[in-house]
């Protein structure tokens, strides 16, 4: 299997503009993850889904932020407007029920820079 | 979900067991322990997870008290790829939902 995919895996952008981040779970996981790394606050949850529907969202920071999955098989995570406080290292995370144990899985992480 | 207390940093020689411990002194009894860690510039990984009995598996050994509020984790023979930081993670299980990622313990390998 080719784990948890995520891309891209380094963007630059300018204040203002929008950002998508991408995510490919891992084949037959029900659960999929969106988190952010600071220094400042570690790692964060942000929301997450289950069966493509959002479960828990309240670690959105604000309105600019917004996540879609519109297949078992894909999510986007959207910035719009970007500034630089979003800049973070994002990671997506996948997990199944099937395990009994729904440990997730970690993609390698989109690193996200706003100047 | 219960919160944990991990010590900031730790040290262990190569090829000696590294013993990570946590305090988790408010966990209930439906919560499990959890373990991942995160290599510099990677995603975290999963390690290993248990209630109350003690857990082994191919990457390390997870020791629970027998009233639950601590435990530790132990490498048996740490290498310099073992350098990490160790999150130690109470919560509700065995089902899906979120992680809450505290500190963690940063492990340094040393030759």
């Known amino acids: 299997d080719a784990g948890v995919i995520q891309s891209p895996r380094h963007e630059v952008t300018e204040m203002g503009q929008e950002v998508t981040l991408r995510c490919k779970p891992i084949?037959?996981?029900?659960?999929l993850f969106w988190y952010r790394q600071t220094m400042m606050r570690g790692l964060e949850l942000l929301i997450y889904f289950n069966n493509n529907v959002p479960i828990d969202d309240s670690g959105m920071p604000e309105d600019r932020f917004s996540a879609k999955m519109p297949n078992a098989s894909f999510s986007t995570l959207k910035i719009q407007p970007s500034e630089p406080r979003d800049s973070a290292v994002y990671f997506c995370a996948s997990s199944s029920a099937r395990t009994g144990s729904y440990e997730q899985y970690f993609g390698p992480g989109t690193r996200l820079t706003v100047t | 979900d219960a919160k944990t207390t991990q010590p900031t940093s730790m040290d262990c020689a190569e090829g000696r067991a590294a013993n990570l411990p946590c305090n988790h002194s408010?966990?209930?009894?439906?919560?499990?322990v959890y373990w991942y860690r995160q290599i510099h510039s990677q995603g975290p990984q999963y390690i290993i997870h248990?209630?109350?009995n003690n857990e082994t598996n191919e990457m390390a050994s997870l020791i629970i008290t027998e009233d639950r509020k601590s435990s530790t984790l132990i490498l048996p023979h740490a290498t310099l790829r073992d350098t990490a930081v160790y999150y130690c993670?109470?919560?509700?299980?065995?089902?899906?939902?979120?992680?809450?990622f505290g500190q963690g313990t940063e492990l340094s390998v040393k030759p």
């Open positions: 993670i109470v919560r509700v299980g065995n089902q899906g939902g979120k992680l809450i």
């Open positions: 408010t966990i209930s009894g439906n919560e499990y």
């Open positions: 248990g209630l109350k």
């Open positions: 084949s037959g996981h029900d659960y």
